[in-house]
C-alpha cells in the first residue's frame, strides 16, 4: 500500500482554519444563549460603559432556562455584551424557571422583579411578592432566591409546606 505524503504546513492550515470557525460558531451561540421581545417600543443606548435596552409593552425575556414576562424590562450587558441584570416591571412582573417536569417549575411574580444573571443566579421579587416552587408556596412583601443553590429567602412573609417524596 502506498501513502501520499502530506504537507504539514497546509495540514495545520487546515485544521487551524477549522478551529476558528468551531470557535467562533460557539462565541456566536454564547452572545445568543438569550432571546428578548415586545410590542412596543425598544430603545438601546451605552450608560457608564454597560448596553441598556428598554423593552415595553407585553415584555418577553428568555435565558436558558428562565422566562420573564411583565410591561416594562431593562436589559444591562457589559462589554462583553453579556446579559448582566434584567429589572422587570408588571402587573404583576411573572418569573418562570422551566423544569424537566411540570411539577420541579419555579414560579413567582410581583410588582418588580430583578435578575441576576451571573454565576449563581438570583431572582428578586419586590412588591406583593409570590413564589413558588415544589413543596413550597412564598408570599411576602420581597423574596430573594439564588437559582443555583436553591436558597430562599423573605420579608413580611406567610406560606405553606407541604410533603415531598423522596
Same mark, same amino acid.
Given at each position: 500500500m502506498k501513502f501520499n505524503r502530506i504537507n504539514s504546513r497546509a495540514t495545520l492550515a487546515l485544521?487551524?482554519?477549522?478551529?476558528?470557525c468551531a470557535a467562533s460558531v460557539l462565541a456566536q451561540d454564547a452572545t445568543q444563549s438569550h432571546e428578548y421581545s415586545?410590542?412596543?417600543e425598544t430603545t438601546i443606548e451605552t450608560i457608564n460603559g454597560l448596553r441598556v435596552i428598554?423593552?415595553?409593552?407585553?415584555?418577553?425575556?428568555?435565558q436558558g432556562d428562565i422566562e420573564l414576562t411583565g410591561d416594562v424590562a431593562v436589559l444591562e450587558y457589559n462589554q462583553?455584551? $453579556? %446579559?448582566?441584570?434584567?429589572?422587570l416591571n408588571g402587573t404583576p412582573?411573572?418569573? @418562570? $424557571? %422551566?423544569?424537566?417536569?411540570?411539577s420541579d417549575?419555579?414560579?413567582?411574580?410581583? @410588582?418588580?422583579?430583578?435578575?441576576y444573571a451571573g454565576t449563581q443566579g438570583i431572582v428578586e421579587f419586590i412588591g406583593n411578592a409570590h413564589f413558588n416552587q415544589p413543596g413550597t408556596t412564598l408570599?411576602?412583601?420581597?423574596?430573594?432566591?439564588t437559582i443555583e443553590t436553591g436558597a430562599t429567602s423573605g420579608q413580611?412573609?406567610?406560606g405553606s409546606l407541604s410533603s415531598q417524596s423522596n
Open positions: 485544521i487551524s482554519l477549522c478551529l476558528s415586545a410590542e412596543g428598554t423593552l415595553r409593552d407585553n415584555v418577553f425575556v428568555r462583553n455584551n $453579556q %446579559l448582566q441584570q434584567v429589572k412582573a411573572n418569573f @418562570e $424557571q %422551566l423544569a424537566n417536569t411540570d417549575t419555579l414560579t413567582g411574580d410581583s @410588582e418588580t422583579i430583578n435578575y408570599s411576602c412583601a420581597q423574596i430573594r432566591h413580611a412573609c406567610s
